[in-house]
């Protein structure tokens, strides 16, 4: 079923109980449209460390792949404390989604119901498709780029394909290799990469289990979104097949160039990982913006009005990987806003308000915030504080920044969305 060259050998290393324990980084530089080789990432016991090879350090163009976590220097760089592997590079593997594909591909359709994490994240990285979301790819060879992208299918072809692994069910090879191009994308819902003459798409989905028009309401808020003022990825609805499916058009790529923009999402600008995603808050967020952002103060004004937005619309899973920013070496610069779709409740209900209820964000003090700027107002959530007290990882990460300090002012933060554990089943994924 294999086509590549590395993943037939990854398969062949995984049917003898093998997996990778290295693998090289190849970026994209800044208004370059060839990748150069950046260094080596090991798996080390737990941790994935990486190590800048000599030929990009002699680069006068190279930039740190992102700061503060990958500074350019000599010699192994162990992931900041409480990560496993840098955010960065965690940032351009698959999510739910992809490593669903990537099973599929590896192991057979059989792995549908597999645990994800039995496949070690150096296989993730290897074994997706090179287009991956940011300036970045991973490969065997520290010498020689081999591409693992794979455009040519149609919507339609990827629509039927994103169906029978949401059913579970078999894909024909050419199927399975038109999926794995987009499994790089990160994301739970089914998706693909679809390219559009010289545009670049991500094609969203519906799901069997979809309890609601799930890909047309993400349509309407991204559209009312941007009728509001936001700055939003372009979007457009498709029928096809009886079906629905949402193109998004891809902000880190330039239309008409092989140029791609390097990416990080706030989860990694936070210093934290999936594990610790219910720690992400607004106001951390906020500061890392004043500190280290193009244009802090249009940024703050736009972070507010999103997070305005989503409450306003109900969607409750506005969580620290459906924000990211343009990396350049230096400085961030906020994205466009992706993946703004109200959420349906437990209750069953879509009122606006159950979404706020639902993250008990306090509407009143929400006045407040504006008055001062961006800043957010406190969290009343308990069982949050709880929780955040008695993380030792959590301690870590407070204490990397500084306790008492810049981001730790004494009072719990607003949290964004925790993450929604996303069970690997047959038959459907949830959000
Ligand atoms: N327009 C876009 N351009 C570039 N990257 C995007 C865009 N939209 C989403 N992404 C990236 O793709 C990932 C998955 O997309 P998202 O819409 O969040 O899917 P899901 O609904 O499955 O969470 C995001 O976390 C982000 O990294
Ligand atoms: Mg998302």
């Known amino acids: 079923m294999t086509s590549d060259p590395q993943t037939r050998a990854l398969s062949q290393a995984l049917a003898q109980g093998q997996e990778p324990t290295e693998a090289f980084v190849w970026a994209w530089l800044p208004g370059a449209t060839e990748p150069v080789v950046a260094g080596r990432l090991q798996a080390t016991g737990d941790l994935i460390e990486f190590n800048y090879g000599r030929s990009y350090l002699d680069r006068d163009d190279a930039i740190a ?4 976590e990958l500074p350019l220097r000599r010699g192994i760089i162990d992931p900041l404390d409480g990560l496993r592997m840098a955010g960065c590079i965690a940032d351009a593997g698959p999510d739910a989604w992809g490593q669903r594909i990537v099973m599929q591909h590896l192991l057979g359709a059989g792995a549908g119901g597999a645990d994800p994490a039995q496949l070690h994240p150096l296989t993730y990285l290897l074994s997706s498709g090179s287009d991956r979301i940011g300036a970045l790819d991973f490969q065997f060879s520290a010498t020689e780029y081999i591409s693992r992208d794979d455009d040519s299918a149609s919507l339609e072809e990827l629509m039927n394909a994103a169906d029978r692994v949401d059913r579970g069910l078999e894909l024909s090879p050419a199927l399975d290799r038109a999926l794995l191009h987009g499994s790089s994308v990160g994301g739970a819902r089914p998706k693909a990469l679809l390219g559009a003459g010289d545009r670049k798409l991500i094609a969203k989905f519906s799901s069997s289990t979809d309890p609601y028009p799930v890909v047309r309401a993400e349509f309407a808020a991204m559209e009312l979104a941007r009728r509001a003022g936001l700055n939003v990825a372009k979007v457009q609805l498709v029928e096809t097949l009886g ?16 140029e791609r923009r390097a990416i990080v999402s706030a989860l990694t600008m936070l210093e934290l990982d999936e594990m ?14 004043r500190e280290r952002f193009t244009d802090g103060r249009d940024t703050l004004r736009e972070l507010f009005s999103r997070i305005t937005f989503n409450i306003l619309v109900g969607n409750t899973d506005d969580h620290a990987r459906n924000h990211a920013a343009f990396w350049d070496g230096e400085a961030l610069t ?12 437990s209750r069953g209900g879509s009122d606006p308000g ?24 406190a969290d009343r959530d308990r069982g949050a504080r709880d929780h ?16 008492g300090g810049r981001y730790d002012r004494g009072r719990p933060p607003v949290l964004l969305a925790p993450p929604v554990p996303q069970p690997l089943r047959l038959g459907g994924l949830g959000r």
């Open 354 to 377: 159950d979404g706020v209820r639902a993250r008990r964000v306090p509407l009143q003090p929400l006045g407040r915030l504006r008055e001062r700027g961006g800043h957010l107002p």
């Open 276 to 289: 610790m995603a219910r720690y992400a808050s607004y106001a951390d967020l906020a500061q890392v913006i």
């Open 388 to 403: 955040r007290r008695s993380d030792r990882r959590r301690r870590i990460a407070v204490r990397r920044r500084g306790a």
């Open 243 to 258: 079906r629905t499916a949402l193109l998004v058009e891809r902000f880190d790529r330039v239309e008409g160039s092989r």
């Open 334 to 345: 906020l994205t466009p806003a992706y993946d703004i779709c109200p959420q349906g409740t």
């Open 65 to 68: 792949l992102y700061l503060p």
